[in-house]
C-alpha cells in the first residue's frame, strides 16, 4: 500500500519560515482530501490546511494569513509554506490523504519554533 512521505521540518527561530513537502510513495488514486494536521504535545490532531474535493482550501483561524497549501496535482503532492512562526505552531505535523476506499497519514515530521 503505497504511504505519504513528509519532508521539510526542522528548528526555526519567532518569525522564521518554514516549507513542508509531501508526497506518495506509490500510486494512490480517487483523493478526495489532501493536506496536513498537526499535534501538539499533549493536544488533540488537529487540522491546519486542507484541499477538499472541490479544490478549495481550507486552513485553521490560527494560521490564516501565514500558511498556505499548495499542490502538484500530477504528483499528488502537497506543500504547506508555513511564515511568520511562532512557538505555538511547535508539533508534529502530518500529511492526510482520504479516498473512498481508505485514509492515509504519513509518519510525520516535526517542527519546532523556539529562539
Known amino acids: 500500500q503505497a504511504q505519504l512521505v513528509e519532508s521539510g521540518g526542522g528548528l526555526v527561530q519567532p518569525g522564521g519560515s518554514l516549507r513542508l513537502s509531501c508526497a506518495p510513495s506509490?500510486?494512490?488514486?480517487?483523493?478526495?482530501?489532501m493536506g496536513w494536521y498537526r499535534q501538539a504535545p499533549g493536544k488533540q490532531r488537529e487540522l491546519v490546511a486542507l484541499?477538499?474535493?472541490?479544490?478549495?482550501?481550507n486552513y485553521t483561524d490560527s494560521v490564516k494569513g501565514r500558511f498556505t497549501i499548495s499542490r502538484v496535482n500530477a504528483d499528488n503532492a502537497v506543500f504547506l509554506q508555513m511564515n511568520n512562526l511562532k512557538p505555538e505552531d511547535t508539533a508534529i505535523y502530518y500529511c492526510y490523504a482520504y479516498t473512498r476506499r481508505s485514509e492515509y497519514w504519513g509518519q510525520g515530521t516535526q517542527v519546532t519554533v523556539s529562539s
Open positions: 484541499f477538499n474535493s472541490d479544490g478549495g482550501q
Open positions: 506509490g500510486n494512490i488514486f480517487g483523493i478526495y482530501f
